[in-house]
């Protein structure tokens, strides 16, 4: 057995000092506990490289994530009643979650590990993923509203305590999109909407996993962010820029077909040139070039860049899994 070391101990529960470091965390509707857990991981590293040993308050909000007993949902609880408590709270001085607040520990903790990662039971990975076999129908709404008719803007407003605007740009006027579209079965339950611009409406995947629905939300939040800035004063676009950010959207419109969907493969798939090279992407260029000019529906799929990203790596993922 290898010793272990404890070579870093000087900056092991020491008592905090200097001005305390604000950290604010507002678990979105679209990220789930895989997508949460690392970002505040981060958002803690990043507070002790720049202000190193101060006492960190972390405030904690969840927008949305409601279970039908309108509790917190599995993702939400998992975060709020194990991650936070267990994994982040030692390297906080205070935390503060919708559920209960802790105050005060002076054994915050320094040594922040260099990487986090997120793992699942041994044995019972394959319950955590989209069943890729057998393409099933999942929702978030483990007990779906009987509901026919749609929820009002207000009702999802309200849901999502957010104001009269698209989820990723903040622009309005906004329309309610399924997460998982009607015709998939999805229901009029006000978990199964999301409030987007037309223009994100007609992008976003219309697909019967919500969860792929939601990590797309998230991807486009993270690539059109910039829009968010566009009406804003220019002093504030200074200060965005100044701290990293983009004030303008990046524009897509210009891509075609299937460099978009390439693009998407590559940054919410996590594509690499290996994944990429195993592909005839000649034929497939073909392919929608004679889909494009010779179809209007590509079996009554409505021809959008996220549906057809998440449909190639759905198909790589079965590919691979039978060649094993
Ligand atoms: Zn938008």
């Given at each position: 057995?290898p010793?272990?070391?404890?070579k870093?101990?000087?900056?092991?529960?020491q008592a905090?000092k200097?001005?305390?470091?604000?950290?604010y965390h507002?678990?979105?509707?679209?990220?789930?506990f895989?997508?949460c857990?690392?970002?505040?991981?981060?958002?803690?590293s990043?507070?002790?490289?720049?202000?190193?040993?101060?006492?960190?308050?972390?405030y904690?909000?969840?927008q949305?994530?409601?279970?039908?007993?309108?509790?917190y949902?599995?993702?939400?609880?998992?975060?709020?009643?194990?991650f936070?408590?267990?994994?982040?709270?030692?390297?906080?001085?205070?935390?503060?979650?919708?559920?209960?607040?802790?105050?005060?520990?002076?054994r915050?903790k320094?040594?922040?590990?260099?990487?986090?990662?997120?793992?699942?039971?041994?044995?019972?990975?394959?319950?955590f993923?989209y069943d890729?076999?057998?393409?099933?129908?999942?929702?978030r709404?483990?007990?779906?509203?009987?509901?026919?008719t749609?929820?009002?803007?207000?009702?999802?407003?309200?849901?999502?305590d957010?104001?009269?605007?698209?989820l990723?740009?903040?622009?309005?006027?906004?329309?309610?999109?399924?997460?998982?579209?009607?015709?998939?079965?999805?229901?009029?339950?006000?978990?199964?909407?999301?409030?987007l611009?037309?223009d994100?409406?007609k992008?976003?995947p219309?697909?019967?996993?919500?969860?792929?629905?939601?990590?797309?939300v998230?991807?486009?939040?993270?690539?059109?962010?910039?829009?968010?800035w566009q009406?804003?004063?220019?002093?504030?676009?200074?200060?965005?820029?100044?701290?990293?950010?983009?004030t303008?959207?990046i524009?897509?419109s210009e891509?075609?077909?299937?460099?978009?969907v390439?693009?998407?493969l590559?940054?919410?798939?996590g594509w690499?040139d290996?994944?990429?090279?195993?592909m005839?992407?000649d034929l497939?260029?073909?392919y929608?070039?004679?889909l494009?000019?010779?179809?209007?529906r590509?079996?009554?799929?409505?021809?959008?860049?996220s549906?057809?990203?998440?449909?190639y790596?759905?198909?790589r993922?079965?590919?691979?899994?039978?060649?094993?």
């Amino acid at each position: 057995m290898p010793k272990k070391k404890n070579k870093r101990k000087s900056t092991r529960s020491q008592a905090p000092k200097g001005k305390a470091v604000i950290l604010y965390h507002d678990m979105a509707v679209y990220e789930n506990f895989e997508r949460c857990a690392p970002r505040i991981f981060e958002v803690i590293s990043k507070a002790q490289e720049m202000r190193p040993n101060s006492p960190r308050i972390l405030y904690f909000r969840v927008q949305g994530h409601r279970n039908s007993a309108n509790g917190y949902d599995h993702d939400a609880w998992e975060m709020i009643r194990h991650f936070l408590p267990d994994v982040a709270l030692p390297y906080l001085t205070e935390l503060h979650t919708p559920l209960y607040s802790v105050k005060d520990n002076r054994r915050q903790k320094n040594d922040i590990p260099d990487e986090m990662r997120v793992g699942y039971p041994k044995g019972e990975e394959k319950s955590f993923w989209y069943d890729i076999e057998s393409l099933p129908l999942r929702v978030r709404e483990t007990e779906a509203s009987n509901r026919k008719t749609y929820p009002t803007k207000r009702a999802i407003m309200e849901y999502l305590d957010i104001g009269e605007e698209c989820l990723i740009c903040w622009g309005s006027p906004v329309e309610r999109a399924h997460v998982v579209p009607a015709s998939l079965g999805g229901s009029m339950d006000v978990r199964n909407f999301a409030l987007l611009c037309a223009d994100h409406h007609k992008q976003a995947p219309d697909i019967a996993d919500a969860e792929a629905f939601w990590a797309w939300v998230d991807y486009a939040e993270l690539r059109d962010s910039g829009s968010k800035w566009q009406r804003a004063p220019e002093e504030v676009k200074l200060w965005v820029k100044e701290h990293g950010g983009r004030t303008e959207p990046i524009d897509h419109s210009e891509m075609e077909f299937l460099a978009a969907v390439q693009f998407e493969l590559r940054h919410l798939y996590g594509w690499s040139d290996r994944e990429f090279s195993a592909m005839s992407w000649d034929l497939m260029n073909e392919y929608h070039r004679v889909l494009d000019s010779a179809t209007g529906r590509h079996f009554a799929v409505e021809k959008k860049v996220s549906t057809h990203a998440w449909a190639y790596h759905v198909a790589r993922l079965r590919l691979a899994s039978r060649s094993k």
